[in-house]
């Protein structure tokens, strides 16, 4: 019904750059708030950043200042620009979007399936 492709993914060193994009398909009526998560091997997942659809942002404090969230509703398509990665920023990356599919209809919660982020130091 609703899907959330994610790229972008990939290894880099220590210090370098990745832009990880999320693109949402199928019935959508309306996205509202659209975010990273991440979860390392052993680890829970943990939010990254979100931003909803007015274009308010949050991040959790270890990436602020270095990861920037973005959207653009028009392709409902979510952006995280990821710069001076460091080797604790390694994980596999989850786009998350809340959905509704109808003009009166609820908002449910979709995953992406991931895409794998490695830093090397």
């Known amino acids: 019904q609703v899907q959330l492709a994610e790229s972008g993914g990939g290894l880099v060193q220590a210090g370098g750059s990745l832009r990880l994009s999320c693109a949402a398909s199928g019935s959508i009526f309306s996205i509202n708030v659209m975010g990273w998560y991440r979860q390392a091997p052993g680890k829970q997942r943990e939010l990254v950043a979100v931003?909803?659809?007015?274009?308010?942002?949050n991040y959790a404090d270890s990436v602020k200042g270095r990861f920037t969230i973005s959207r653009d509703n028009a392709k409902n398509t979510v952006y995280l620009q990821m710069n001076s990665l460091k080797p604790e920023d390694t994980a596999v990356y989850y786009c998350?979007?809340?959905?509704?599919?109808?003009?009166?209809?609820?908002?449910?919660?979709?995953w992406g399936q991931g895409t794998q982020v490695t830093v090397s130091s």
């Open positions: 998350n979007a809340d959905v509704t599919t109808s003009y009166s209809g609820n908002y449910y919660s979709y």
């Open positions: 931003i909803t659809s007015g274009g308010s942002a």
